[in-house]
């Protein structure tokens, strides 16, 4: 797991508490987003828990003992919501789906390197694009299975990829 780099916020006791003014408040949440984005991309996660937010360093600083709030930790998930960069896994959203490309950059992303290597009318499968050996230098190495799927899907609606299932294995062919 990666070392995060703190923003100067974080040390900011009233960083944790949401603030009342307006313009204050859009800063602060926005900060949040970013902080939220940049946490998950170094620690290469992508499930939030808001039943387990408290045990997480990112919404609670033992350093100046604050935490911050399930609720406005459920403002900050519904900004990434609108801007496509989380989307609940359950009605109820308890659990969430964070990333930090949208869906459509992850594709770009991923066909740029399928282009790159020659892998075109090719076929990989979700393991090999996710944790295989030649995408350990990759951005996408490493990525949610969920997040993944949800990217090549985009490329599919291109008409770039087409999704499959062979064994108990899934795949893509890259067109």
């Known amino acids: 797991m990666a070392e995060i780099e703190w923003p100067w916020q974080y040390t900011f006791p009233p960083f944790f508490t949401l603030q009342p ?21 170094a620690t290469k996660q992508s499930i939030l ?60 992303i991923i066909y740029s390197w399928v282009q790159d290597k020659g892998l075109v009318n090719s076929v990989c499968t979700l393991f090999e694009l996710a944790q295989g050996n030649d995408t350990v230098d990759q951005e996408f190495h490493g990525l ?10 985009t490329l599919e609606a291109q008409e770039k990829a087409e999704l499959m299932t062979f064994d108990d294995s899934q795949g893509v062919k890259f067109y």
């Open 144 to 153: 949610d299975i969920e997040v993944l799927t949800r990217s090549l899907k």
């Open 49 to 108: 828990d808001l039943r387990e937010i408290h045990s997480s360093p990112l919404f609670n600083n033992t350093a100046i003992q604050r935490k911050l709030s399930v609720d406005v930790v459920q403002l900050i998930l519904d900004n990434l919501f609108k801007s496509n960069n989380a989307m609940p896994l359950d009605k109820s959203k308890q659990r969430w789906l964070i990333y930090w490309h949208t869906f459509e950059e992850w594709g770009d």
């Open 21 to 41: 003014h307006a313009e204050t408040k859009e800063k602060q949440l926005a900060a949040w987003k970013n902080l939220v984005l940049d946490y998950y991309r």
